[in-house]
T-cell receptor, first 112, second 114 residues
Framework: GQNIDQPTEMTATEGAIVQINCTYQTSGFNGLFWYQQHAGEAPTFLSYNVLDGLEEKGRFSSFLSRSKGYSYLLLKELQMKDSASYLCAVRTASGGSYIPTFGRGTSLIVHP | ETGVTQSPTHLIKTRGQQVTLRCSSQSGHNTVSWYQQALGQGPQFIFQYYREEENGRGNFPPRFSGLQFPNYSSELNVNALELDDSALYLC???WGGGANTEAFFGQGTRLTVV
């Protein structure tokens, strides 16, 4: 099976930078996703990495190292509205099927 | 707003009963995935439907079954409900059988089994 680890909770200050790490062990790796989920709401897509390196999208960036089974999500210029759960998900491919596995999520609390 | 709608939003069922949850995919999408999310946990993949056929399944027992219709909307059926089935059930809509780079989630159905 797949194993995905991410911290349970993190806190940060408004305006600061925070890095949320995700490590995984899997076979048939076919991409890594980050989603944001506010309490009581649906997850929303943030980023996708399938090759090693950094993908930047506005205040959010995501990094992947496939050899290390490691990714991080970097949030810059934190805002109060960034308080949410951040979900790391690894997709695997086998026989034409694509199976996503989510981590438990990291609850980020941004305080003034 | 993603255009993915789920119904009902909330549901209370008794242990042993059966339940059907519905999902309308976003226009132009032909793939629907279903997830179970317990409180404080990440979503767990149940299965995926692509062009009306199941093309991927997570570690869920056979009493979890589904359908996809020609308009690509989908149903999740759960038989013989257990207390542990209480969770938020999410569907996600995408294009391309799961090989896409982005999926859009509905708001979910909160199922409570008593």
């Amino acid at each position: 099976g797949q194993n995905i680890d991410q911290p349970t909770e993190m806190t940060a200050t408004e305006g600061a930078i925070v890095q949320i790490n995700c490590t995984y062990q899997t076979s048939g790796f076919n991409g890594l996703f980050w989603y944001q989920q506010h309490a009581g709401e649906a997850p929303t897509f943030l980023s996708y990495n399938v090759l090693d390196g950094l993908e930047e999208k506005g205040r959010f960036s995501s990094f992947l190292s496939r050899s290390k089974g490691y990714s991080y999500l970097l949030l810059k210029e934190l805002q109060m509205k960034d308080s949410a759960s951040y979900l790391c998900a690894v997709r695997t491919a086998s026989g034409g099927s694509y199976i996503p596995t989510f981590g438990r999520g990291t609850s980020l609390i941004v305080h003034p | 707003e993603t255009g993915v709608t789920q119904s009902p939003t909330h549901l209370i069922k008794t242990r042993g009963q059966q339940v059907t949850l519905r999902c309308s995919s976003q226009s132009g999408h032909n793939t629907v995935s279903w997830y179970q999310q317990a409180l404080g946990q990440g979503p767990q993949f149940i299965f995926q439907y692509y062009r009306e056929e199941e093309n991927g399944r997570g570690n869920f027992p056979p009493r979890f079954s589904g359908l996809q219709f020609p308009n690509y909307s989908s149903e999740l059926n759960v038989n013989a409900l257990e207390l542990d089935d209480s969770a938020l059930y999410l569907c996600a809509s995408s294009w391309g059988g799961g090989a896409n780079t982005e999926a859009f989630f509905g708001q979910g159905t909160r199922l409570t089994v008593v």
